[in-house]
């Protein structure tokens, strides 16, 4: 059975930094291509970010462009989003997913087949 834990948010200033990690247990990490996800008060889940299962691959939506960076340590079984220039509206509930599509990376949410518990992110202005 595969689990997912999150780690890493928490509250910061306008433009300040977070880097979100997630561990994958219960199988092979490398047979997942992994995304992050973020749902804010009142809005559905959305895309951040994914990477392919060797790191090679990484897709971000436009929004985080040029501020977040996703990336994986498979020796570690844990993906990371690291997040700089954060603003306001980045707050939200972030979420990591696991994908069996792992060549690529996935940017729906239902391309996913295991979700974390969720960790909170607050932006204050």
């Known amino acids: 059975q595969v689990q997912l834990a999150e780690s890493g948010g928490g509250l910061v200033q306008a433009g300040g930094s977070l880097r979100l990690s997630c561990k994958l247990s219960?199988?092979?990490?490398?047979?997942?291509?992994m995304g992050w996800f973020r749902q804010a008060p009142g809005k559905e889940r959305a895309v951040v970010a994914a990477?392919?299962?060797?790191?090679?691959?990484?897709w971000y939506v436009d929004s985080v462009k040029g501020r977040f960076t996703i990336s994986r340590d498979n020796t570690k079984s844990t993906v990371f989003l690291q997040m700089n220039s954060l603003k306001p509206e980045d707050t939200a509930v972030y979420y990591c997913?696991?994908?069996?599509?792992?060549?690529?990376?996935?940017?729906?949410?239902?391309?996913?087949?295991?979700w974390g518990q969720g960790t909170e992110v607050t932006v204050s202005s």
């Open positions: 990477i392919n299962w060797s790191g090679q691959i990484a």
């Open positions: 219960g199988r092979t990490f490398s047979m997942y291509a």
């Open positions: 997913a696991a994908s069996r599509l792992r060549l690529g990376a996935p940017a729906q949410a239902n391309e996913y087949d295991y």
